[in-house]
């Protein structure tokens, strides 16, 4: 499997952009960051090829910052709508999304 060119979660389907590691870092300062007015997810260059446990943190980082928008949480949200928008959000991503596929394809570069 190839690194995935977006998520459909809901509603909304989120790309995801593989940033040259200088744009990523000398200019935007991250390694990934979404951006809800572009419905978009960019990702260093340098941390897709590095893989492994690193790409899949910082990937599910961005997926919570997703999930955060996409169900409009803010500092007033209780921990329980918090805590029950994650836990739905990640139970469609491992299931209905192509995460699980791509954390079996990185596993192997852990071990």
Known sequence: MKFPKSFKIGFET?????????????????????HANLRKIFISE???????????????????????WYNNLSNNSTEED???AMSNYIT?????SKLTTL??????KCL
């Open 92 to 96: 469609e991503l491992l299931f209905q």
């Open 46 to 68: 340098d941390v897709v090829k590095r893989g492994g446990a690193t790409l899949i943190n910082i990937l599910i980082h961005e997926l919570l910052h997703v999930c955060y």
């Open 82 to 84: 918090i805590v029950n």
């Open 103 to 108: 954390i079996e394809q990185e596993k192997h």
């Open 14 to 34: 989120i790309d995801i952009e593989i940033l040259p590691t200088h744009l990523a870092y000398d200019i935007c300062r991250e390694e990934g960051s979404f």
